[in-house]
Nanobody, 119 residues
Framework: QVQLVESGGGLGQPGGSLRLSCAAS????????MSWYRQAPGNERELVAS????????NYADSVKGRFTISRDNARNTMYLQMNSLKPEDTAVYFC????????????WGQGTRVTVSS
């Protein structure tokens, strides 16, 4: 059974940091491009960052460049999002996504973890 389970969300202070994790099971994550998306209330889901299957290439939304860092540990089937210099506009539900590098019909989502940035 394919599962993506996010953790690490919660309340963060403006200017503070949080680290999200996404644990994958039921498939070999090393052949999947993995990404973090987020959805704020009333907004559409947007791409935050993505990382290639080998971890050598990353891509970030302009709104998080220089503040967030995506990484992965294929040996642990886990992806991370280090979020620094948090802003209130980072408040959203963050979702983990895994998409097969060559077979895009294999596309999986986690259930989401809520991040709230507030003083």
């Amino acid at each position: 059974q394919v599962q993506l389970v996010e953790s690490g969300g919660g309340l963060g202070q403006p200017g503070g940091s949080l680290r999200l994790s996404c644990a994958a099971s039921g498939f070999i994550s090393s052949v999947y491009v993995m990404s973090w998306y987020r959805q704020a209330p009333g907004n559409e889901r947007e791409l935050v960052a993505s990382i290639s299957n080998g971890g050598t290439m990353t891509n970030y939304a302009d709104s998080v460049k220089g503040r967030f860092t995506i990484s992965r540990d294929n040996a642990r089937n886990t992806m991370y999002l280090q979020m620094n210099s948090l802003k209130p506009e980072d408040t959203a539900v963050y979702f983990c996504n895994a998409r097969h590098e060559h077979l895009p019909m294999f596309d999986y989502w986690g259930q989401g973890t809520r991040v709230t940035v507030s003083s």
